[in-house]
């Protein structure tokens, strides 16, 4: 069965370029401005969306995406209404793709039955679950595999190719390489090696890789779609969030603008590069 994100990475084949894949978090720096900023994603050149789910122990995010999570828990954002704001933004958009990304602890205590049935209803397409490793298949990938959602798993610089095919089974959607061994939003990449690791994944793969962590502006991202099937920014993104809020910490009316033209930006890098290199 062909998946939003099957179809949208043939889409981005037929191209010739690679997709840029936008992270922002639900609820950050509310409710309100959250929905406004995922309305507006796609028009900006947004191919695929992860949309985060906040929690308050991430293992993989840096000091910019902790805080946006701890903003939108502060500001009242659950699981179920984050599931409730893509259902909203499904009633305007049928097609572009969202991934949920974000621990498992939230969703166990959700439930996983109802979870899996709620987010299939809400529009979701895929998961990226960081704390559930390959060995432990059973208690979310298996069921989301079963229920129509694509998982997507993490590579890095360390999974080498005798552990590489163990994170690749029950994979679908894509593959997420994370360029540097790290948290989100900190070192830049090494350009050459991430092309090269690419390279690699796909000896074993033939699922698209996207590439993300340490990608801050369009010549990152136009160096990463050189070689990938998308490229992944997030902290940048929430990074323009915080630099747009009020003097009291609140979202403005130029929040979501402020995200859009980022957005804006790294598409135009994307596109430009893979057009440069034919």
């Not at 990463?224 to 920014?233: C, K, L, N």
């Amino acid at each position: 069965m062909s998946t939003r994100l099957d179809t949208r990475f043939a889409d981005l084949a037929r191209e010739g370029r690679a997709g840029l894949v936008t992270y922002v978090m639900a609820g950050d720096p509310d409710r309100e401005t959250a929905r406004a900023i995922l309305k507006a994603l796609p028009g900006a050149g947004a191919d695929v969306i992860e949309f985060g789910m906040p929690f308050t122990d991430p293992m993989a995010d840096g000091p910019a995406i902790q805080a946006a999570g701890l903003r939108a828990l502060s500001g009242g954002q659950t699981l179920k209404k984050t599931l409730e704001d893509i259902a909203w933004f499904r009633s305007g958009d049928q097609t572009t793709p969202i991934v949920l990304m974000g621990y498992y602890n939230p969703i166990y205590i959700y439930g996983v039955d109802r979870f899996l049935d709620d987010a299939k209803a809400a529009g979701i397409d895929g998961l990226i679950v960081v704390d559930l490793p390959p060995e432990e298949d059973a208690e979310l990938c298996l069921p989301a595999l079963k229920a129509g959602l694509n998982f997507i798993r993490l590579a890095t610089p360390t999974t080498d190719d005798k552990r590489l095919p163990t994170v690749l089974t029950n994979t679908s959607g894509f593959v997420y390489y994370v360029s540097i061994t790290g948290i989100t939003g900190m070192a830049t990449p090494n350009f050459d090696r991430t092309a090269e690791a690419v390279a690699r994944i796909k000896r074993h793969t033939s699922l698209p890789v996207a590439v993300g962590f340490g990608v801050k502006n369009a010549d990152h991202a136009a160096a990463v779609a050189r070689g990938a099937d998308a490229v992944v920014v997030g902290s940048a993104l929430v990074d323009a969030v915080k630099a747009s809020l009020d003097q009291d910490g609140k979202g403005s009316a130029r929040t979501a603008q402020a995200v859009a033209d980022i957005v804006g930006s790294l598409a135009s890098g994307v596109r430009g590069a893979r057009r440069a290199a034919e």
